[in-house]
Structure formats: C-alpha cells, structure tokens
C-alpha cells in the first residue's frame, strides 16, 4: 500500500513515519509513505498556502491552487502506472468518524492520498471538488491535519500483511469483535502488593482463555455499554457474565 501526506509540516511527519514499528514497515517495503511538502507546489515567489477569506472574519485560509497542484502531481504518477484512481481524504472535523471499521476498509486500498487541513479550513472548493473522503478522527478540534493523518496511517499500516508479528495478529484486536481486550500483566509478579491474578500463572491455557474473555466481556459491559450492546452474546459469554 502506498500513502502520500500532503502537508505543511514534512518534518513533523516524515519524524513519526520512521519511528517504530510504521519506520519497520517502511523500510521493509511493507508500506510505501511519501510525504508531500505543500509549499513546493505554491504557484508565488513567496509559496503563499494561504490567504483571508473571503466575507471577511478571522484566520487563513488554505488556498485550492497549491492543493490542486499537488494532487495532478501525485495523480499524475499513479496514471502513468496505470493504477487505480487513489481515495483522496481530507482531515477535518467535520469528516465522517474514523473507526476500526473504516480502518479496515481504507486499508484495502492500492494508494491514498491525505490531505493535512490548517488554519481555519480549507477552501471548500478542495472538498467539493478535488477529494473523494472527509475524515475526522474524533469530534475535538487539533490545531492541524498532521496528527489525524498519522493517525490514519499508523491504523492502516498495522493492517497490512507482515507488519505485526503473528502473536499480535489484528484479528485479536479489540474492535475486530467489538469487544474490549483482556488486561496484560508482566513481571513482577507483585508490585507494591498488587499481585498478577493468580490463574494467569497456573499454565492452564483453556482456563487462561476463558477468563480472558469473561474479562473482556465484563469490561465491555462496565466501561462501553454502547459496544457491549452491539455484542451477540454465546450461551458461553452469559454464563462467563453471571459467574
Ligand atoms: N483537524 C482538526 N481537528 C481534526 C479532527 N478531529 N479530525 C480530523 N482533522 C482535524
């Protein structure tokens, strides 16, 4: 899979993309990130990306000529190479809610390419015309697009094929069920008086599975009642429930 980040910060994303595990699977080729600095598709001797908006009011905002520039660059490339149209998303707040499910279907695709919004917004005209999704990662609003897009990327990249070792496979994620993980523990076995729960230490691994889910049941139940309520419960998981 190749991702593309269109943004004003390169540093800032080219920083986090080499960092562990999404800097394994770039080196590895499991993924291909290319991180677009917006500025040099600015069409003035200054790379003006941004101007007053129109009607007046505070704040910039982000010219379409540089984006749309950026875009026929890397679109361009990929019709040249005769590939698919990639998904074009753009950050912002008002975007359709990134969840696991979405993580899962934009992980499918060949090529994407992000969009980092700034400033007050982003001409309309860029969503209006020029993108084909608007995601936004969480209703608060961040100061600019660089962390939703490597928030995107990160989910998407440990998606793909021979990122995560076997042991962390992402069907055992929470979500893939909507359901909440079992809680970890490792050495030392007491610390301060809090002791590991003594079944995790008994080497009986059916036991070990069954209260690991008994306590992803109740955990789901306790702190996400709105997922738990999405469950199919087996006649297994009630029982687990009542006991
Ligand atoms: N830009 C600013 N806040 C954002 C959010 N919550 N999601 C996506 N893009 C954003």
Redesign the pocket.
């Given at each position: 899979m190749r991702i593309d980040i269109v943004t004003l910060f390169p540093e800032m994303v080219e920083a986090v993309l080499n960092t562990s595990i999404l800097g394994r699977a770039r080196e590895k080729g499991l993924v291909t990130f290319r991180v677009v600095n917006l500025r040099d598709y600015a069409t003035d001797k200054h790379r003006t990306t941004d101007d007053v908006p129109y009607g007046g009011g505070g704040g910039m905002v982000m010219k379409i000529e540089p984006i749309a520039r950026a875009l026929d660059a890397l679109t361009a490339e990929a019709d040249a190479h005769g590939e698919q149209k990639p998904r074009i998303i753009l950050?912002?707040?008002r975007?359709r809610l990134?969840t696991q499910e979405l993580a899962r279907e934009l992980a499918k695709e060949n090529h994407l390419i992000l969009i980092?919004?700034h400033y007050e917004g982003v001409d309309d005209r860029v969503r209006q015309h020029l993108v084909t999704d608007v995601?936004?990662?969480?209703?608060?609003?961040?100061?600019?697009?660089e962390?939703?897009?490597l928030v995107i990327a990160d989910a998407l990249t440990r998606l793909q094929e021979g990122v995560l070792g076997d042991e962390e496979a992402p069907e055992k994620d929470s979500f893939a069920e909507p359901i909440l993980e079992y809680p970890h523990y490792t050495r030392p076995v007491e610390f301060r008086g809090w002791r590991v729960p003594d079944i995790l230490l008994c080497g009986h691994h059916a036991q070990i599975a069954r209260w690991r889910r008994q306590q992803s049941l109740r955990l789901t139940r306790d702190l996400r009642p709105d997922l738990f309520n999405r469950l199919t419960l087996s006649a297994e998981d009630r029982k687990l429930l009542e006991e």
């Open positions: 950050t912002d707040p975007g990134f980092c919004g995601v936004s990662i969480g209703d608060y609003v961040l100061t600019g697009g962390l939703p897009a």
